[in-house]
């Protein structure tokens, strides 16, 4: 694949996309890829521009005194920053998750992967996503759709998954809109969140429930709460289309468009899962910049996670994925030291305010 985002790849990928090709015999993991990193896969509008800090002309602090340190799973990181799961299961998803890996690793922040689900039904494709060995001290988290916990999936496939590469926990995600439009969809969800909780009573690694997009809303983290399940990921709207990504590879880009925008964003996201209690909330969706944590985090997030931000550097390699987190870091610095907070927990008692009300 071609790091040119306006070359031959994105070109291949949107005909590939265009095909007939019955879907069983396509790569879908490519195909989500290349088009993850066409610029129209993405909103184009920032929720997290909707609110602003109130500037502190005299902090009263050392910048150097500012510590980013946090835990997370029962690891020490450096900074309270996770990339997203992202990938797996496909030739070119083995480099960029060990970039990804390797990257982590130094920059000491959290990593996940892609769904498993494919190197469960085909064992040749788990190399692709065996990266402790690159990541050996920091959280790794392993990952499956939560509705394939009613296509055949129970505590055996997730104890496999987890096991598979050594992981600190185990993400659920949630994607109904993007298998109600992606041509090999699976639409059964009902009963999961029951489904899920037993899950999580059974496993030795703790569990995270996510969505990839559309963002978790009040009553889903109420539900997932009340089924024992304490670390959310609010991966709301504001980042990476799937409804866009989706429509294109089933030849319906009107399709994609209608539904581009629908879902709870980020930063209402974050807001409603603080509300519920007792949850440790990953803020992710639409995050691309250091000042974008620093919102997520007054707004209640414990951590904050990247995707698209990562892919792009990762496609060419590990030292691209650190100067993007090192940037990210530093962005977050800047932000808490014009805020006059010395750590993570003091940012998230800082007041943010509407964009209005400045």
């Not at 996510?210 to 709460?225: F, M």
């Not at 989706?246 to 930063?267: C, K, M, N, Y």
């Not at 390699?317 to 808490?336: G, P, T, W």
């Amino acid at each position: 694949m071609s790091p040119d985002r306006g070359g031959s790849a994105v070109t291949a990928a949107g005909a590939a996309a265009a095909t007939d090709v019955a879907a069983e015999h396509r790569d879908r993991k490519a195909e989500h890829i290349e088009l993850s990193l066409e610029q129209g896969m993405q909103l184009r509008a920032s929720f997290f521009d909707e609110y602003v800090f109130d500037h502190q002309a005299l902090p009263e602090i050392d910048y150097d005194d500012i510590d980013l340190e946090t835990e997370f799973l029962g690891r020490a990181l450096e900074a309270p920053l996770l990339i997203s799961c992202m990938t797996g299961g496909t030739g070119e998803a083995t480099r960029i998750n060990r970039n990804l890996a390797e990257a982590a690793q130094r920059a000491g922040i959290a990593v996940g992967v892609g769904s498993q689900r494919k190197a469960l039904e085909d064992p040749v494709q788990a190399e692709s996503f065996k990266i402790r060995p690159l990541a050996p001290s920091v959280p790794l988290l392993a990952n499956l759709g939560a509705v394939q916990l009613n296509y055949g999936f129970g505590i055996d496939q997730c104890r496999a998954a987890v096991e598979m590469i050594d992981a600190d926990a185990l993400v659920f995600h949630l994607n109904p809109l993007q298998e109600a439009i992606q041509p090999e969809g699976q639409c059964d969800f009902s009963g999961l969140v029951e489904k899920m909780g037993a899950i999580g009573r059974e496993l030795d690694v703790p569990l995270v429930v996510k969505e990839i997009g559309c963002g978790l809303s009040v009553e889903a983290a109420k539900g997932i709460r009340e089924a024992g399940i304490s670390i959310v990921d609010s991966a709301g709207l504001g980042g990476t289309s799937w409804a866009r990504i989706e429509a294109s590879r089933a030849s319906d880009v009107e399709l994609g468009e209608l539904f581009a925008d629908w879902g709870v964003s980020t930063p209402r996201s974050i807001q409603a899962l603080r509300s519920v209690g007792g949850l440790t909330i990953i803020g992710s969706g639409g995050v691309r910049r250091g000042l974008d944590a620093a919102k997520a985090i007054a707004m209640g997030a414990d951590m904050v996670g990247l995707a698209q931000p990562f892919l792009v550097a990762a496609v060419d390699s590990a030292d691209r994925v650190v100067e993007a987190a090192r940037r990210v870091e530093r962005e977050l610095r800047i932000a808490m030291f014009c805020l006059g907070v010395r750590s993570i927990a003091e940012l998230q008692r800082v007041e943010l305010l509407k964009r209005t009300e400045r």
